[in-house]
């Protein structure tokens, strides 16, 4: 089923603030095998210059994911048939434990590709005091039947 | 936030030597858990099968961050990651038995001012491309 074009410029409310921390960063660094102590030790990551612990840098895709928006029925989005296109991270910094943060989406394109639908969500990744830490861009693409 | 690798001593072309990541499906449980994402096509068999996938499939952000894993292995802080973007091309098949494997290579494609490089990821699973135009822009010393 097409994908509301209504929705095309469309932004959400900005997300309930998440509060990075050591514990999670590196439950994500075990998840994705990788030993690098700057993502466990606040002394390693302070002596390549770093204030505490900085995340890996797909781990914005944890606060980024799950965009309430998305879940509206008028947009016409089936879950089920949805797989993951593109992704996309642009950093202005590293996101780093003790960082509060809420994300802003607005889809910025909705567009057929033959029987498919492709729908990009650009996200800013803010801290709760007002600085950008990064920009993704998430491109999903739901099959068509 | 200092990389371990020179600016200077990189040419365009510059080869990054090639790694092997295997993936099974105790990995795929561990980082559904840690990212949120619970899509049982990355740990239920039989309902990757009734929607037409070969078996379970990894999460794309899975596969991205072993990419990701390989960049800052060779730059040597991950905070000299400035950009990193990837297409998912085609799904990494993970058997119960056995696992799969990911080969990631890279190269320098383009050499940008403010001493940052322009890295081109190649990554592989059973001869497939798994991810195209992986690209990141890395800050080095």
Known sequence: MALNRDFIGRSFPPSDPYEVSRVKIREFADAIGDRNPIYRDAEAAKAAGHPDVIAPPTFPIVVSLGNAGLADPALNLNYAMVVHGEQRFEYSRPLRAGDVVTCTSTITEIKSIGSNEKMVVETDVKTVEGELICKTYNTIVERGA | ?141
């Open chain 2, 1 to 141: 936030m200092t990389a371990k690798v020179n600016y200077a001593d990189v040419e365009v072309g510059t080869e990054i030597p090639a790694q092997s990541y295997p993936v099974d499906r105790m990995n795929l449980v561990m980082y559904a858990g840690a990212s949120g994402d619970f899509n049982p096509i990355h740990w239920r068999e039989s309902f990757a099968k009734a929607v037409g996938l070969p078996d379970v499939i990894a999460h794309g952000m899975f596969t991205m961050a072993q990419g990701g894993r390989f960049v800052t292995d060779w730059a040597g802080d991950p905070g000299a990651v400035v950009d990193y973007g990837v297409r998912f091309s085609s799904p990494v098949v993970v058997p119960d038995e056995g696992g799969a494997t990911l080969e990631i290579s890279g190269k320098v494609e383009e050499k940008l001012d403010d001493n940052k490089v322009v890295v081109a990821l190649t990554a592989k699973s059973a001869d497939q491309k798994v991810l195209t135009r992986a690209k990141a822009v890395v800050r080095l010393a």
